[in-house]
C-alpha cells in the first residue's frame, strides 16, 4: 500500500515508518517540523534503505493534503501529527485543538475529496481519564481532564460520527499507552524539547548526567511501592502494531478503538531499578509530592488487540531501557 503518514519525522511516526517499508509499503511523510528535524527523513532512508519522501508543511492546509495524497497515489493514512504536551494543553488550548482537532478534520476533507477512506489514528490512553477498574478494556468510560485528553476524545468521536456516515470509513483509533525506547539502530528515538514531561527520557537524562537527579511524583499511592504504576510499550512493538493495525483496517470499515500496551504496570521505582541496571548508572532521585492530575496505576488489557490485530508486543522492559540508553549516549541524539 501507498501510506502518508502525518507527524511522520516525529518519535513514534519516525518508527512506524521504518516498520512499514521494512514490510513492503510505500510512504510519504507531512510534516511541518513544530516538533522534529528534516534529517529524520534521512535517517528512515538510511536504516530501510528505501525512499521516505518528506513534505514539509501542515495537516491543516487541505489542499497540501490533497496535492499530496494525488502525486503519492496514497491508499490509506497514518494520522500521527499532533501537539501532546498535558501542561501545555492547558496554556495554549487553541492550538491544541487547532492542530489536533482542525488539523483532523483538514485530513478528513482532503481525504473525502480524493477517495482515500482509510486511517489509523493515533489516540491515547488519556481518553479513560481517571481509572474505574484495571485493566483497562476498551469498554472502559471515557473521559477528559485536560484539552489535550479531550483533543483526542474529539477526534475519536468525530472519526465514529464520520464512520456512521457511509460504509466505506476504515478508521483504527489505537489508544496508546505509555510508548518508551528507540530504535535499535540508534539513529530514531524520542528527542524531547526542553525538560522532559514524561518519566523515561528524564530518568535518562538523570543516568546521563544531564539533570541531578529524578523527583518521583508521589510514594503513597496504593501500588506496590507506593510510586505509580504504568503500562510502558516498546515504541518497535507499537510501530508494528500500527502495520496490523493497517492491514485490519484495509479488510475491516467501521471505527474500531483499540489498545495497545503490554497490559503490565510497572512502578517508578521498577523503572528506576531497570534503567539503572540497564545503563550500570546510578540514578539518583528524591520524593515529592504527587503530580496534580496523575493516577495512581493505568495498564491496559490487551486482548482486543491480540485477537483482532493477532498483535501483541514482544519487548522486555530490560529492552526498552536500553535502547533508550544506547539512544541516549549514541550521536544521533544530540540537537
Ligand atoms: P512527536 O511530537 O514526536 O511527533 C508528532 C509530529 O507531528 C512531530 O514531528 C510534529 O512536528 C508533527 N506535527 C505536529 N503538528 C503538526 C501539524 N499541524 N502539521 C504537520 N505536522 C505536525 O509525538 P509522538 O510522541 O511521536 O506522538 C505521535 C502521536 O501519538 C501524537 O498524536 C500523540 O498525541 C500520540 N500519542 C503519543 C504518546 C506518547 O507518549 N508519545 C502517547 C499517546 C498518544
Ligand atoms: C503521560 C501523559 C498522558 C498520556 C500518557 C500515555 C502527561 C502529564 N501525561 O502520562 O496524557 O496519556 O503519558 O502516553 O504527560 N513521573 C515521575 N517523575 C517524573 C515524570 C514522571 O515520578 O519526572 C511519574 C508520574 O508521576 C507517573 C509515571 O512517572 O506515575 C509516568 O509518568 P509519565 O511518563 O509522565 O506518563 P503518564 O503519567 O502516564
Known sequence: MNVLLTGGTGYIGSHAAVCLLQAGHNIAIIDNLS?????????????TQKKAPLIVGDI???????????EHRIDAIMHFAGLKAVGESNAIPISYYINNVQGTLSILNAMDQTG???????????????????????????SATNPYGRSKLHIEEILSDVAKSDKKWSFICLRYFNPVGA?????????????????????????????AQLSIFGNDYLTTDGTGVRDYIHVM???????????????????????????????????????????????????????????????????????????????????????????????????
Not at 116 to 131: C, D, H, I, N, R
Open 35 to 47: 516538533n522534529s528535524q528534516e534529517l529524520v527523513a534521512g535517517r528512515i532512508e538510511n536504516i
Open 60 to 70: 491543516c492546509d487541505t489542499n497540501l493534503l490533497i496535492q499530496t495524497i494525488q
Open 116 to 142: 482515500v477512506s482509510t486511517m489509523v489514528f493515533s489516540s491515547s490512553a488519556t481518553v479513560y481519564g481517571e481509572p474505574q477498574y484495571l485493566p483497562i478494556d476498551e469498554h472502559h468510560p471515557t
Open 183 to 211: 530504535h535499535h539502530s540508534m539513529q530514531l528515538g524520542e528527542q524531547p524539547n526542553g525538560v522532559p514531561n514524561n518519566l523515561m527520557p528524564y530518568i535518562a537524562q538523570v543516568a546521563h548526567g544531564i539533570r
Open 237 to 335: 512493538d507499537l510501530a508494528e502494531g500500527h502495520l496490523c493495525a493497517l492491514d485490519y483496517a484495509h479488510q475491516h470499515p467501521g471505527w474500531h478503538a483499540i489498545n495497545l500496551g503490554t497490559g503490565t504496570g510497572h512502578s517508578v521505582l521498577e523503572m528506576v531499578t531497570a534503567f539503572a541496571s540497564a545503563s550500570g548508572m546510578e540514578i539518583p532521585y528524591q520524593f515529592e509530592p504527587r503530580r496534580s492530575g496523575d493516577v495512581a496505576s493505568c495498564y491496559a488489557k490487551t486482548d482486543k488487540a491480540n485477537k483482532l490485530l493477532q498483535w501483541s508486543a514482544k519487548r522486555s522492559l530490560e529492552s526498552m531501557c536500553t535502547s533508550t540508553w544506547a539512544w541516549q549516549t549514541g550521536e544521533f541524539s544530540q540537537k
